[in-house]
Every structure is written in structure tokens, then in C-alpha cells.
């Protein structure tokens, strides 16, 4: 079963390129036969892994059309990693255009999933799940909105978790490699923007009783927020750190982290907190992490938090609300046994959706997709035969 997998990719930075690249590396462990990356490129990648077999400009409606054709004669079937802003177009509707000329079977996992669309947004949400014969989302609340203002079938949706890299919480190691020995850590990290609700945190530090107390933020900014505002947001933040006396406590290191220096940083943190203001956010790949690291993690409930820290796998507290931050700060670093416990169940949890159980999950779904889909529209032996043949050789763009 040959997979065509569309997103972005690295060497882009965005939380989907790197979820797209995941995914793929997830997969070859469950396939021995062929599939491929066709990437979305904004211009600013100078080259792509071997793996990338066909790039999409992204404002460029034409080329979806030609990957579509493209894909009919490699692929046995094509998985599209859905965000709205990645793809060209109303509310990035480019993709219907490739969608509109796929004759192999779909499955659209899709990163957000709004409560409140506007009418383009609704559109083309809708009209890609309709021509999708699978749909994949990470929460159950994902599902419901599907169903409640999408009007998605049941049997056509899908949870699959996020996965999380293997991590090997050796916390010590990993605290003196960093120079953090002796500090409790609490960490935030991914994409620096104002939605991120850094600030709350920075208050929050205030009001925390450990004298050893280091609060890390690990990212560099946006490259869509540097294009617009340059880095105010960071300037914003470093202000009132300075202002605040607490520049021994909080530092913002401002770099990309590789998955490597990344794993090093969650191994080592105690804590991590998302302080996002807005509910509606329907997947967090920082979060997940987090969870996968072992880390106790603490968040204001927005959607995807709530149902990835339920039972007992971590702490929610209000939007905005600093004091209440701060008071399960103290409470996890006051109480040692408090903290292990969060740990704990968030290490267990982290295990059940390692990378390796999710491309397990998705290998199953796309064989399962990919069954019904010959079974309904192509009845002939020879057809199926003939889709399941797969071409190991490599091919070019």
C-alpha cells in the first residue's frame, strides 16, 4: 500500500511539519512498501529530505491539480495533515482542488476544528470531510463539533492521539547536562506568539514559594509573527520580566528546538505549563510532549488540555488567573509526593502513545480505509490486485 502523505515539512518550522515528518517516520515500521511525503512549500525551504517526492507551491491553485494526477498514478491512497493556513486560497480552499481530482482513497486528519467557523472556514472544512473517506481528529471533542456543526457521519470519524517521541527520564542527567542541578524547572515551548499566554506564567512567578524555582520558555517566535510584528511579543515579555525582578527566575531562550535538545529539556523540566487564554484549541503537540516526557503539567482548560488531562495526568487551572497558576505550582513543589504522582500518570499515559502505538493505529486505519474503499467501488479481482501492487522503485518530482 503505497501512502502519499501531504503537509508541510521540514526543513519548514511549524508544528505541522513537524507532526507530517513524525508520522511518516512512524509508519515504515508497520509498511515495508512504499509511501512518500508531497510537501506545501512557502518558498523558504532551499531542499527537502528524499523523502519529499513532489512539492506544492502553496499559492499556486495549478499545482494541487497536477499533484492530484500525480498521486492517481503512484499512490494507492493519500493522507492529507489538514490546517487551514498551510494551504493557498479562502481559507487555504487550494486543497479541495487536489481533492477534486484524487480518484484514490482519503484520509484527512485535521489539526483544528473550529466551534464557530466563519462561512469559508465552514465550506471548506465541510466539503473536504465529504470528500474524505476517513476523517482523524485527537480529542473527543473534536468529534463532537464534527458531527454538531460540520454534520460529519460518525463512521467516518476517527481519535488517534498525538503521538510523543521515546523519552528515557533520566531527569538528573539531563538537569547537569543543561546546567539546571538543583533547580525545579518548570518549562513552556513551541512557537513564541501572543496567543501562547506567556504572560500569565510570568505573573504567576511572582507568587512562587521555591527559592530554586527556574521557569525555562524555549522557542523561537513565529515566522508568520516576525513577518507582521518582528519580535514585540518577546520584547513585551522580556519587559516585564525585567520589570518584575525576576530575571534570575525566568529565561527565554530564543532558538528552534531540535527533537533531540527538546527531548533533553522536557527530561529535565518538573513542570510544564500551557497558560493559553482561548478555549478553542482542539490539539496541542507541545502538550502532548510533555505528557510523553513524564512531566507534571499543569494548563488552563482548553479543549484539547481537558481531555488529555483527565484522569489524574494533570492540573487545569482558569484563564488568565495567575494566583490560581501559582498555587498549583507551589502545591506540586511543596509536596514531593504530589509531584511524583502527576508524573507518574503522566509517564504511563505517555508510553501508551508513543509514536511507534500511533503509527500502528494509523497503519491499521489506512488498510481498513483502504479495504472498504475496493470493496465498495472496484468489486473486480484484478482491480484489487492491481491496487495493491506497489512500485518500489524511486521516483522523481
Not at 470531510?129 to 470519524?157: G, H, Q, Y
Not at 481519535?159 to 539546571?180: E, I, M
Not at 484522569?311 to 502545591?331: C, H, V, W, Y
Request: hydrophobic letters at 40%; aromatic letters at 8%; charged letters at 20%.
Amino acid at each position: 500500500m503505497r501512502v502519499a502523505i501531504i503537509g508541510t515539512y521540514p526543513p519548514r518550522q511549524c508544528g505541522i511539519a513537524t507532526f507530517t515528518q513524525d508520522l511518516y517516520k512512524a509508519l515504515p515500521r508497520e509498511m515495508n512498501e512504499d509511501h512518500a511525503i508531497v510537501a506545501i512549500s512557502d518558498g523558504s525551504e532551499l531542499s527537502f529530505p528524499e523523502e519529499v517526492r513532489l512539492c506544492i507551491a502553496r499559492n499556486e491553485q495549478r499545482e494541487y491539480i497536477d499533484a492530484a494526477q500525480y498521486i492517481n498514478t503512484h499512490f494507492d491512497m493519500c493522507v492529507i495533515q489538514h490546517e487551514y493556513g498551510i494551504f493557498g486560497g479562502d481559507a487555504g480552499d487550494f486543497i479541495l482542488s487536489l481533492t477534486d481530482h484524487l480518484k484514490v482513497p482519503v484520509v484527512s486528519n485535521l489539526h483544528t476544528v473550529l466551534e464557530k467557523p466563519n462561512p469559508v472556514e465552514h465550506r471548506v472544512l465541510k466539503a473536504l470531510c465529504e470528500r474524505s473517506n476517513a476523517v482523524t481528529v485527537m480529542t473527543e471533542k473534536a468529534i463532537e463539533l464534527l458531527r454538531d456543526v460540520f454534520t460529519v457521519p460518525v463512521e467516518k470519524m476517527h481519535c488517534v492521539s498525538h503521538g510523543v517521541p521515546t523519552f528515557d527520564y533520566n531527569q538528573v542527567k539531563a538537569k547537569n547536562k543543561l546546567g539546571l542541578a538543583g533547580k525545579s524547572v518548570m518549562l513552556s515551548f513551541g512557537f513564541l506568539g501572543r496567543g501562547k499566554g506567556i504572560e500569565t506564567a510570568i505573573d504567576a512567578v511572582k507568587h512562587v514559594n521555591d527559592p530554586n524555582f527556574q521557569y525555562l520558555v524555549l522557542g523561537s517566535t513565529h515566522p508568520n509573527v516576525l513577518r507582521e510584528e518582528g519580535d514585540s511579543y518577546r520584547t513585551f515579555l522580556q519587559n516585564k520580566i525585567d520589570e518584575n525582578g525576576l530575571a534570575d527566575k525566568i529565561k527565554l531562550i530564543n532558538t528552534f528546538a531540535s527533537e533531540d535538545l527538546l527531548i533533553e529539556y522536557l527530561t529535565a523540566c518538573d513542570i510544564y505549563v500551557t497558560p493559553y487564554p482561548n478555549e478553542n484549541q482542539i490539539s496541542s503537540g507541545t502538550l502532548t510532549f510533555a505528557i510523553g516526557a513524564g512531566a507534571a503539567v499543569i494548563s488552563t482548560p482548553y479543549w484539547y488540555a481537558k481531555d488529555l488531562l483527565a484522569n489524574d495526568r494533570g492540573l487545569l487551572f482558569d484563564f488568565k488567573n495567575e494566583k490560581a497558576l501559582a498555587n498549583q505550582i507551589n502545591t506540586l513543589l511543596d509536596d514531593p509526593l504530589v509531584l511524583a504522582k502527576y508524573r507518574r500518570n503522566a509517564a504511563t499515559y505517555g508510553r501508551m502513545i508513543s509514536w511507534q502505538n500511533v503509527g500502528k493505529q494509523y497503519y491499521e486505519l489506512l488498510k481498513t480505509v483502504g479495504v472498504k474503499t475496493i470493496e465498495i467501488s472496484t468489486p473486480s479481482r484484478q482491480k484489487v490486485k492491481t491496487l495493491f501492487t506497489a512500485d518500489s522503485s524511486r521516483l522523481s518530482s
